[in-house]
């Protein structure tokens, strides 16, 4: 079985801290992505990358960055904090066109 | 602007009965669609999926459909099941695009009631 595993289920940060969310992969996928989910708007793509090093921005990458130096380990790096970047944040790698997915991690930012 | 759009945020059925889940895009390079269902404080999991070049895939209790001409796909769920309940997100993609990144619908909050 596939397995993403992303470091943290919950998190409360304050507001300009600096958030750093990572998220691992044990199945040598070239394909990984991270995801917002908020209420009604689904999940929406932040970054994605499809090969170490390489990063694309995805459709709201604004205020995050990403950090890809091994192929296992994608992070998602909040720089400053802010209370509109409350969400649950949602990691995922993929193979052939279907995404596997974390548990997810519940970030609170106060 | 939405490229995967569900219509309907949430949907009520009896246990027993079928639900219909529907899925609108707008993007013609898509070629490939795929269903997730997500329960509260997890991650989504792949349920179903179908290529563009079928109308049609079944798999258990689940089959979706495809509409090309008319940018429009559905899951049936057959028969509805208490564990159902959950919220389905709609995504698409194409295949030959680097990362194959999934667009993802707003999702539909199933209640299927005993």
């Known amino acids: 079985d596939v397995k993403v595993t992303q470091s943290s289920r919950y998190l409360v940060k304050r507001t300009g801290e600096k958030v750093f969310l990572e998220c691992v992969q044990d199945m040598d996928h070239e394909n990984m992505f991270w995801y917002r989910q908020d209420p009604g708007l689904g999940l929406r793509l932040i970054y994605f990358?499809?090969?170490?090093?390489?990063?694309e921005k995805g459709d709201i990458p604004e205020g995050y960055s990403v950090s890809r130096e091994k192929k296992e380990r994608f992070s998602l790096i909040l720089e400053s904090a802010s209370t509109n970047q409350t969400s649950m944040y949602l990691c995922?790698?993929?193979?052939?066109?279907?995404?596997?997915f974390g548990q997810g991690t519940r970030l609170t930012v106060v | 602007d939405q490229q995967v759009k569900q219509n309907s945020p949430s949907l009520s059925v009896q246990e027993g009965r079928i639900s219909i889940l529907n899925c609108d895009y707008t993007?013609?390079?898509?070629?490939?669609f795929l269903w997730y269902k997500k329960y509260p404080a997890e991650g989504p999991t792949f349920l179903i999926s179908?290529?563009?070049?079928?109308d049609k895939n079944e798999d258990g209790r689940f089959t979706v459909f495809l509409n090309k001409s008319a940018k429009h796909l559905s899951l049936h769920i057959v028969p509805s099941q208490p564990g159902d309940s959950a919220v389905y997100f709609c995504?698409?993609?194409?295949?030959?695009?680097?990362?194959?990144?999934?667009?993802f619908g707003g999702g539909t909050r199933v209640l299927v009631k005993p």
């Open positions: 993007n013609s390079m898509f070629d490939y």
């Open positions: 995922a790698s993929s193979l052939q066109g279907r995404a596997f």
């Open positions: 995504a698409a993609s194409s295949i030959k695009a680097a990362g194959n990144k999934l667009t």
């Open positions: 179908i290529s563009s070049i079928k």
């Open positions: 990358s499809y090969d170490v090093k390489m990063k």
